[in-house]
């Protein structure tokens, strides 16, 4: 799971070296970048995930903040899933962090993760991610969700926000790598 810490961060600067961070975590081994030539790839798609990294409650007068969680599943027990790009923007629709910037795969039946702290405030509570991914002709769709989860006092908070395929299409010949 990569955990950020949005506090500290600026962008776009340092992204590609905290990417390649990431990258080498050994709990994310099974979310290896790809090098080279991409496998062949049929269909590509972009999964829209809603985000709500902040909620208010009753009369907006109460703020709380949720960690998230996003996780991309591969929900296929014959082929990996490349994820191309992920995206992280905020309530006013501006990028605020690329947590992948270069196609990773996903093994058969196999999940990549990315935390938010619930401290952080930058997403807001109509932050979104995006991800592009894509599978083989008979691959399956993957399953794409964000699960918030906060405490207000005494009161814990969480749900689920499954995402929603926003584009389809064929592979064009610069993201198979020919």
Do not use: C
């Amino acid at each position: 799971m990569l955990l950020l810490n949005w506090a500290e961060r600026t962008w776009p600067s340092d992204d590609r070296r905290i990417i390649t961070e990431a990258e080498l975590r050994p709990d994310r081994a099974h979310f290896r970048p790809l090098e080279g030539f991409l496998p062949p790839a049929a269909r590509t798609g972009i999964t829209y995930v809603p985000v709500y990294s902040t909620v208010y409650l009753g009369e907006r007068k109460v703020k709380a903040g949720m960690a998230v969680t996003l996780s991309i599943r591969n929900t296929s027990s014959d082929s990996e899933l490349l994820v191309h790009q992920v995206d992280y923007y905020d309530t006013a629709g501006k990028l605020v962090m690329r947590l992948a910037d270069r196609p990773h795969a996903i093994p058969t039946m196999g999940t990549a993760e990315f935390f938010i702290d619930r401290q952080d405030p930058v997403g807001g509570p109509g932050a979104n991610y995006v991800v592009a991914w894509s599978v083989p002709n008979d691959g399956i769709d993957p399953v794409i969700e964000a699960l918030m989860i906060g405490r207000l006092s005494n009161t814990s908070i969480s749900f689920v926000s499954r995402g929603s395929v926003i584009s389809r299409g064929g592979v064009s010949e610069a993201q198979a790598g020919k």
